[in-house]
């Protein structure tokens, strides 16, 4: 079954920076957009940015833009998100998941989700 | 921007309906997640009307011009959530999140 395994959250100071990980199993990585969505303590939920299949391409939200960096390692099955001059506002639970596409339908949803790592930003 | 109502209230049994606004919507392949305390988002509903296979049939979704809805028809205690419209717009959209009370 289709596992995501996110890691590398923890207590940063602002202006810091942390790297996030996600290991995927049960599936074939490099077949699938990956992504990272946010959630604010007791807020909604936030995408991040994606990644292409082949990391051709990203994007990312305005408010990580310049300091958040998303990338992948399909020979590790794995997803990454560099994130840097962090910020109290930058504090959430920090998720992985897996975009779906049909290259007939489009978009399918964000279909399988980890568990989430918790990054806290404070001094 | 996509908008939902932040709460709803409904009654065992009954039908409840979430909306979600956003410009052109119709046209963005919308999506709902399901997302209980705790736990992370599940998705629920793709491309405005289709269940993910495990997804009860009480929960259904359309989409019309600029609103799509999600639709749980004998709502149970065990929808009690929240819910999320979601949209694909070249970036992934939110809608801030309607939390769905069973009283």
């Known amino acids: 079954q289709v596992q995501l395994e996110e890691s590398g959250g923890g207590l940063v100071k602002p202006g810091g920076s942390l790297r996030l990980s996600c290991l995927a199993s049960?599936?074939?990585?490099?077949?699938?957009?990956m992504t990272w969505v946010r959630q604010a303590p007791g807020k909604g939920l936030e995408w991040i940015s994606y990644?292409?299949?082949?990391?051709?391409?990203?994007n990312y939200a305005d408010s990580v833009r310049g300091r958040f960096t998303i990338s992948r390692d399909n020979a590790k099955n794995s997803l990454y998100l560099q994130m840097n001059s962090l910020g109290a506002e930058d504090t959430a639970v920090y998720y992985c998941?897996?975009?779906?596409?049909?290259?007939?339908?489009?978009?399918?949803?964000?279909?399988?989700w980890g568990q989430g790592t918790l990054v806290t930003v404070s001094s | 921007d996509l908008t939902q109502p932040p709460s709803v209230s409904v009654s065992p049994g009954q039908t409840a309906t979430i909306t979600c606004s956003g410009d052109?919507?119709?046209?963005?392949?919308s999506c709902w997640y399901q997302q209980k305390p705790g736990h992370s988002p599940v998705l629920i509903i793709y491309q405005d009307t289709k269940r993910p296979s495990g997804i009860p049939e009480r929960f259904s979704g359309s989409n019309s011009g600029n609103t799509a809805t999600l639709t749980i028809s004998g709502t149970q205690a065990v929808d009690e959530a929240d819910y999320y419209c979601q949209a694909w717009d070249n970036i992934v959209v939110f809608g801030g999140g309607t939390k769905l009370t069973v009283l």
């Open positions: 052109k919507l119709v046209y963005k392949n």
């Open positions: 990644i292409s299949r082949r990391s051709t391409y990203a």
């Open positions: 998941a897996r975009e779906a596409f049909n290259d007939m339908s489009g978009y399918l949803g964000t279909d399988h």
């Open positions: 049960g599936f074939t990585f490099s077949d699938y957009y």
